[in-house]
């Protein structure tokens, strides 16, 4: 069966470690997108992606980075990490009137 | 841009009652529209979703939605809730210019008591 998975499901780093965060999908999917879960703001979308080659910024991009070579992959990359940062990440894929989540990767940042 | 606004951060509701819960977009743009239910520490699964046709929308676990289109609203009902349904719940929207790129509620908090 199809799916969407995400790498690590947990994950702790340091102050100013980079940190990349994967996302597979085999839907094969060409719209892919990161969202992160914090408490009174629901998701908010960091960048998504409509085809290999294309990324996007989103509502909250700043200190994050998203690079698209296949189209079964969207890595999310936190160049310097920091305490606002903390947070339940999800990956997202639609195509032909489907959309799925990911089960989400929580990030602290000490 | 879209916008959206759940108007209940929290829905305490005894089992068996029903539950109505309130969201409010806004959109310079046609528009879909989408519930979700989040359990703890869990991720998210879809409710519901209109993109056209009929205003009201059924999902699964008995809810279902009605979009009206006049009062930009989108609110989910239930006609008699289990404790099964204490879960966190969105509301979503996307333009239809822009298929799966959703701008999210804050989330209302449902907490059903026997």
């Known amino acids: 069966d199809a799916e969407i998975t995400q790498s690590p499901r947990h994950k702790i780093t340091e102050t100013g470690r980079q940190v990349t965060l994967a996302c597979h999908q085999t839907?094969?999917?060409?719209?892919m997108f990161w969202y992160r879960q914090d408490l009174g703001h629901g998701l908010r979308l960091i960048h998504y992606?409509?085809?290999?080659?294309?990324?996007n910024k989103g509502e909250v991009s700043d200190g994050y980075s998203v690079s698209r070579s296949n189209t079964e992959d969207l890595p999310l990359t936190l160049e310097s990490a920091a305490s606002s940062q903390t947070s339940v990440y999800f990956c997202?894929?639609?195509?032909?009137?489907?959309?799925?989540f990911g089960p989400g990767t929580r990030l602290t940042v000490l | 841009a879209q916008s959206v606004t759940q108007l209940d951060s929290q829905v305490p509701v005894f089992e068996e009652a029903p539950v109505e819960l309130r969201c409010n977009y806004s959109?310079?743009?046609?528009?879909?529209l989408f519930w979700y239910v989040q359990y703890p520490n869990q991720g998210l699964q879809l409710l519901l979703k209109?993109?056209?046709?009929?205003?009201l929308v059924k999902g699964i676990n008995g809810f279902e939605a009605e979009f009206n289109k006049s009062q930009t609203s989108f609110h989910l009902r239930k006609p008699s809730v289990h404790i099964s349904d204490t879960a966190e719940y969105f509301c979503?929207?996307?333009?239809?210019?822009?298929?799966?790129?959703?701008?999210f509620g804050a989330g209302t908090q449902v907490v059903v008591t026997p």
């Open positions: 992606s409509y085809g290999v080659q294309d990324t």
């Open positions: 997202a894929s639609s195509g032909n009137g489907q959309q799925f």
């Open positions: 979503a929207v996307s333009g239809t210019d822009s298929w799966g790129k959703l701008q």
């Open positions: 959109s310079s743009v046609s528009v879909y």
């Open positions: 839907w094969n999917h060409n719209n």
């Open positions: 209109y993109l056209s046709g009929s205003t």
